[in-house]
């Protein structure tokens, strides 16, 4: 699996954007952050082993919008026994989707997209395509899905998805990626960006 910082310098390669993010080790990085980038900002664990569910191990914490919230969420944070570490990255707000790579032992690159953030298992609302991707095939994938009617009604940027959808799928093409998900992916008026990302 690749490390968070290898991962993110691949997404860069690639022109996928990836919320503002700094891996940090105390307290006095976290002001720094905030003093260049305001607040609301979200702090998370990145647990090295993959197994481990962050949202579910109580390893993110959303909605940090002042100096003391932000002291009481790094000292929660760090208490954690969970071996991985610590990021603080800007809060994004929009419309949460899933982007998935999958390699599929007889198709080969399978893309994914659908309904992301924790409504991805929920709701199951997905579509498929085979790597490499058309232009036509990223506008359809987006069409099929219960959250496109979403991403209408919020004057989301679906062109910017499409072209992530493209650029996902020309990695995952050249990268042999085995498995890869972006969730969430957050779109939005201004454009779409990454705000998790697992590489394997």
Known sequence: MASFQDSLKLLE?????????QIITCF?????????????????????????????????ITNIAGNNDLSKAFLKLSSKK???ELVIQEQVKGVETIIGVKKDP???????????????EL??????????????????MIQEVKVFGI???DKADVQALRKTLLKVSEMAMKEK????????????EFGGVAVDVRII
Request: hydrophobic fraction near 40%.
């Open 13 to 21: 390669e690639y022109g996928i954007s990836f919320a503002r993010t």
């Open 28 to 60: 006095e990085e976290t002001k720094n952050f905030v003093s260049k980038n305001n607040f609301p900002v979200v702090l998370k664990k990145i647990p090295k082993n993959p197994s481990v569910h962050k949202k579910s191990s109580g390893l993110v």
């Open 82 to 84: 969970v071996d991985g």
């Open 106 to 120: 007889v198709f080969g690159e399978v893309i994914m997209f659908g309904c992301g953030g924790v409504f991805a």
């Open 123 to 140: 709701f199951e609302d997905v579509s498929f395509r085979v790597c490499p991707l058309s232009v036509k095939d990223a506008e359809s």
């Open 151 to 153: 991403l209408k009604k």
């Open 177 to 188: 990626i085995i498995e890869m998900d972006l969730n969430p992916f957050i779109v939005n």
